[in-house]
């Protein structure tokens, strides 16, 4: 660049810097078109609400029924999310508030290192430890036969997932909390879990409710982990310890072959369609609250 | 009443202490497992062999075609992800930096293509590819890898680059520099470290991302050698080996996520040191 003089630098930087930023700006809308135009064949022959609806999957025959893989996902999304939030919201709570300075220092390594395990490892954990357990203790405890593969599991495993996800969002919002307000409830009286309890949950609140939010819609689209654990099977879970099917599963075990049936390819890429269009969703609601929480 | 809230505060108390080591417990046994399990069948033949045939059914052979799939996959896609991240957090944090408004949307923007899940991006990925015509390869994973952590890198960046004070751009302008020259020259470096701490996190979520390259990079037993062939990966290794009814096969899945666990913590170990060291005096202004 340097046989360039400072002012045609400056313009090859800044092309450069627009180029890109138009690039990432316009992403999302590409993803969502190119999903869409991808899924249209399979619109244009069924109704949505055929599609959503409807229980039968036999690519084969053309019948083209996503919803198992609905029920499927919502199951072990929202199991996940019952299991990740208590223990996320008591754990923040207590980093922030209960314990010195060097323990944060303790867990934010902790909470990496678990953000940054790639999640196959976390399927071949489940497969090697979630598993055994539910078929070996949990299962016969509660008086069912059930081979371990299945919603429960994914649903456990999914937990652990999202679980520093979540827990780093809230042990931030608890820290940006002023001080002063602390202060002042506790200066009135208030015992630390009052103040607690009433002020700073208070305040936290639509933090706390946006850091579930994104949870959620990660769980929601998470694949290989709960493809691993889930057990694959086609049909509507009838308990948690009967195996599912989940959306992302759905498009990952599917791929070889979509293009040797009909409209198998646009049927994969309507489920995926479906997923941007929830974690879209998803994370524009919660963003609105994460608004409402930096505004008071 | 006050019997009842002491009591209420130490139940939850002891939940709160619970939860707390069940975090800690947890990330323990799931370190503990992968290391117990996969030290045994972990071996030299594994790591410096590509498969051999029967590879699949137990016979002898290792992963290096996945390891070094995967780390040329990663650094591909880092590079690239860098290349177009770097001017983009630079350009929000100096160009447009008085207008509020369009830095949130971008930022906005961006924190919403963070949450896509990765199969969305492999699904979009695939299909850009039967639209331009390119078979599996190392060159397609690249690309779809590269969308999916474009936003972590940015973001990460922009984390850095937004806590330069703007004294010190201020400085830069009073001494003639024009507005690339202080984006490059000033800002990079003054957040060096966080740079860094970015692309490494990067890479770390690109080595250990299945679902994107699931239907991009393809698999072979080869080593990768042309950004037109397909590419083996890691993941999907212990994917595949996992799959497999053989018990010698299983256990080298053991070995092969022991493989991909380290190298995910030495990068995060690098970053936490690179971060330590390269961290510029703190300017007041």
Redesign the interface.
């Known amino acids: 660049m340097y046989f360039l003089n400072?002012k045609q630098?400056?313009t090859v930087?800044?092309t450069?810097?627009?180029v890109?930023?138009l690039?990432?700006?316009l992403?999302?809308f590409?993803?969502f078109l190119?999903?869409y135009l991808?899924s249209f064949y399979l619109l244009h022959d069924f109704s949505l609400s055929e599609l959503l609806f409807s229980e039968v999957w036999k690519p084969s025959a053309g019948k083209f029924g996503f919803y198992p893989f609905i029920v499927g996902s919502i199951w072990v999304t929202l199991i996940a999310m019952l299991i990740a939030a208590?223990?996320?919201l008591?754990?923040a709570?207590?980093?922030t508030q209960?314990t010195r300075k060097y323990f944060l220092r303790i867990?934010h390594?902790?909470?990496?290192?678990?953000a940054?395990?790639?999640?196959?490892?976390?399927?071949?954990?489940g497969?090697?430890?979630i598993v055994p357990m539910i078929s070996r203790y949990i299962g016969p405890f509660m008086g069912i036969k059930t081979m371990g593969y299945s919603i429960l599991a994914a649903a456990i495993v999914l937990a652990?997932m999202i679980?520093p996800f979540i827990?780093n969002i809230i042990i931030e919002i608890f820290r940006s909390i002023p001080v002063e307000l602390k202060e002042a409830s506790l200066s009135l009286g208030a015992?630390?879990?009052?103040t607690i309890k009433k002020v700073m949950m208070r305040k936290a609140l639509p933090g706390i409710i946006a850091a579930l939010g994104?949870g959620l819609?990660?769980a929601?689209?998470?694949?290989?982990a709960v493809l691993?654990v889930v057990g694959n099977v086609v049909k509507l879970p009838k308990s948690v310890f009967d195996a599912g099917y989940t959306l992302?599963a759905l498009?990952?075990n599917n791929?070889g072959e979509m293009l040797s049936i009909p409209k198998y390819d646009s049927a994969?890429?309507f489920?995926?369609f479906l997923?941007?269009i929830v974690?879209?969703f998803?994370?524009?609601v919660m963003?609105f609250f994460i608004e409402r929480y930096n505004k008071y | 009443m006050k019997l009842r809230?002491k009591v209420?505060?130490s139940i939850?108390?002891v939940?709160?202490?619970?939860?707390?080591y069940?975090?800690?417990a947890?990330?323990g046994?799931?370190?503990y497992?992968?290391f117990e399990?996969g030290i045994k069948s972990l071996s030299w033949e594994m790591i410096s062999q590509i498969p051999k045939g029967g590879y699949y059914y137990g016979k002898g052979g290792g992963i290096l075609n996945a390891i070094l799939g995967s780390l040329s996959l990663a650094f591909g896609s880092t590079v690239l992800a860098f290349i177009?991240?770097l001017?983009?957090a630079?350009?929000?944090n100096v160009?447009l930096i008085r207008k509020k408004k369009l830095v949130m949307l971008?930022r906005?923007?961006?924190?919403?293509?963070w949450?896509?899940?990765?199969?969305?991006?492999?699904?979009?990925g695939?299909?850009?590819m039967i639209m331009i015509g390119l078979q599996t390869s190392l060159l397609a994973g690249i690309i779809t890898v590269t969308?999916f952590i474009?936003?972590i890198m940015?973001r990460s960046m922009d984390e850095i680059l937004r806590t330069v004070p703007i004294g010190l751009s201020e400085a830069s302008y009073s001494l003639g520099s024009?507005?690339?020259?202080t984006?490059?020259k000033i800002f990079t470096r003054q957040s060096i470290s966080g740079i860094i701490t970015a692309i490494l996190l990067s890479f770390?979520r690109a080595?250990?991302?299945?679902?994107s390259v699931?239907?991009t990079a393809g698999y072979t037993d080869n080593l990768p050698n042309s950004f037109l062939e397909p590419v083996a990966t890691l993941?999907?290794s212990?994917?595949f080996q996992?799959a497999s009814p053989v018990p010698e096969v299983q256990d080298r899945?053991?070995a092969s996520?022991l493989v991909?666990?380290l190298i995910?913590?030495i990068v995060?170990l690098f970053s936490?040191g690179i971060g330590k060291r390269y961290h510029k005096t703190k300017i007041n202004f």
């Open positions: 400072r630098r400056h930087n800044y450069w810097m627009i890109s930023l690039l990432i700006a992403m999302p590409f993803l190119g999903l991808k208590p223990v996320c008591l754990a709570i207590y980093v209960y867990m390594p902790a909470i990496d290192i678990l940054g395990i790639p999640s196959v490892v976390y399927g071949l954990w497969i090697l430890v652990i679980i827990l015992t630390q879990w009052q994104f819609a990660r929601f689209g998470e694949t290989m691993m992302p498009i990952a791929y994969l890429m489920a995926a997923l941007l974690s879209l998803f994370n524009l963003h | 809230q209420e505060e939850f108390k939940l709160m202490i619970l939860a707390t069940f975090i800690l947890v990330l046994i799931i370190i497992s992968i399990k177009i991240g001017p983009v630079l350009y929000i160009f971008i906005f923007l961006l924190d919403l293509v949450g896509i899940p990765s199969i969305v991006y492999g699904a979009f695939f299909s850009l969308l474009l936003p940015i024009n507005k690339s020259e984006a490059f770390g080595i250990g991302d299945a679902a699931l239907f993941p999907l212990i994917f996992l899945a053991y996520a991909l666990t995910i913590l995060s936490r």
